[in-house]
């Protein structure tokens, strides 16, 4: 079992920046990958990034130079600094670890406005 608690999400203006966290505890020692996505009303959930243990980074080319994802593997935590924030960026964002079971936080609102 792992659970995640995201935090740092609210509002932002547009240019505006946020950081995200996501502390992971439980069955932490066999976490490779985090990652964040998001999902916007009426919108399927999607890949924002992911960062494996080694450091190893992928990100979704719409947040791709405005989004850095990091990690802190002493603290079992996963960041997600955002920068050059728009008002498409609105969505809850989730916190992500895919073992065999794919866990989840349950999330933090995002929401930019123009």
């Known amino acids: 079992q792992v659970q995640l608690v995201e935090s740092g999400g609210g509002l932002v203006q547009a240019g505006g920046s946020l950081r995200l966290s996501c502390a992971a505890s439980?069955?932490?020692?066999?976490?490779?990958?985090m990652g964040w996505y998001r999902q916007a009303p009426g919108n399927q959930r999607e890949l924002v990034a992911t960062?494996?243990?080694?450091?190893?980074?992928k990100y979704a080319d719409s947040v791709k130079g405005r989004f850095t994802i990091s990690r802190d593997n002493a603290e079992n935590t996963v960041y997600l600094q955002m920068n050059s924030l728009k008002p498409e960026d609105t969505a809850v964002y989730y916190c992500?670890?895919?073992?065999?079971?794919?866990?989840w936080g349950k999330g933090t609102l995002v929401t930019v406005s123009s």
């Open positions: 992500n670890v895919p073992l065999i079971i794919n866990y």
């Open positions: 439980g069955s932490i020692i066999s976490i490779n990958v």
């Open positions: 960062i494996t243990r080694t450091g190893s980074t």
